[in-house]
């Protein structure tokens, strides 16, 4: 086993063992002979004190002075050890020795908590200096972005090539083929007879997002993807509407980025997943229409044509053969998810409250929604949507 007077020759640890977790039976043999060797000098006699300075020079990790110069960028990898981003500073000639960074660090109380990331760091720099910058969050370079929830796909490319400065043709190329992104190949399948359509619609996980400066497309959008299948873990998705809703974790994530759409606030996502249920697969309504305009926009979108609130859509806009996202005068869902839906949408499209109803219209300026089992009642809804002015 390599030890302290190793490290004081050798400016890299061995990188299989870690420094910071040695045991103390080797300390107590590096300590004793130490010992050994400083009364070994004492017994010959003479120059002592030189003697002393000399054999503690051996057992001192080699280190620089001062807080260093210029400006150098290390890459602090995911899950990386101490040994390991000593190991790195040491090959941009950061720190002199792995030993000393470690040793700094597990002087610092906060030293066993430096994130992954790029840092602007100084050449030659004192290892408690170097502790000190990779723990100040000025000193780290990201990217930082924040995705809405709700936003398509092509939004979320536009906000990640404004941050990033990636080509949004990147990202268009790098999502054709979700599988390859994460995205487990089960969650395309379909209880609902129809066609399966693999997009990676739904699965860009709203939130924000700190992406290393040298990223690629495929970096962002795999690390979005991991996080939506971490959510979507925690809350228990899949197993809960497969076995709850008896449909697909496809479809119910599909209504969940509808009621996203649709719902004006966090309040009525729920409900709003609950109507697309009751009118989909309850057998009480026309055809199993889910009739939810949102369909509509979102295929103007990923076509490029202007979008339009729903009170100037014609009933030839509503009912084109051509549409496929077209929701009136045809059953079931939309063909794949119409954006990103938040955590709040997963949950009321996982487990909807209670409810028959079948209607629903946004009823006032702060997007609340009223919701009706009949037609009477979604017209005294629409009446008093009309008398605050939102329809």
Known sequence: MI?????????????TKPRHRRSRGGKGKTSAAFLLTFVLLAVLGGGVYLGYNKVRGFFTAADYDGPGTGTVQVEIKESATLTDMGNALVDKDVVKSTAAFVNAADANPQGHNIRSGTYNLRSQMAAKDAVAMLLDPKSRVSTGVTIPEGKTANQVYALLSKATNIPVKDFEAAAKDPVALGVPAFWFNRTDGQKSTRSIEGFLFPDTY??????T??????????????????????STVEKERKISPYEALTVASLAQAEAGNDEDLGK???VAYN???GGNFPCSCLQFDVGINYYYQLTGRPTKPSKDMTLAELTDPKNPYRTHNKAGLTPTPINNPGQAALEGAMKPPAGQWLYFVAIDKQ???AFATTLDGQRKNE???RKNGVL
């Open 217 to 238: 497309a495929q970096d962002a959008l795999r690390t979005m993807v991991a996080h939506f299948l971490k959510v979507a873990e925690k809350i228990d998705f899949v």
């Open 383 to 385: 009446a008093i949507a």
């Open 3 to 15: 030890d302290e007077l190793d490290l004081a020759f050798d400016e890299k640890a061995d990188r």
């Open 272 to 274: 709003v997943a609950r």
């Open 367 to 369: 997007g609340h929604s």
């Open 210 to 215: 700190e992406f290393q400066p040298k990223g």
């Open 279 to 281: 009118r989909i697969y």
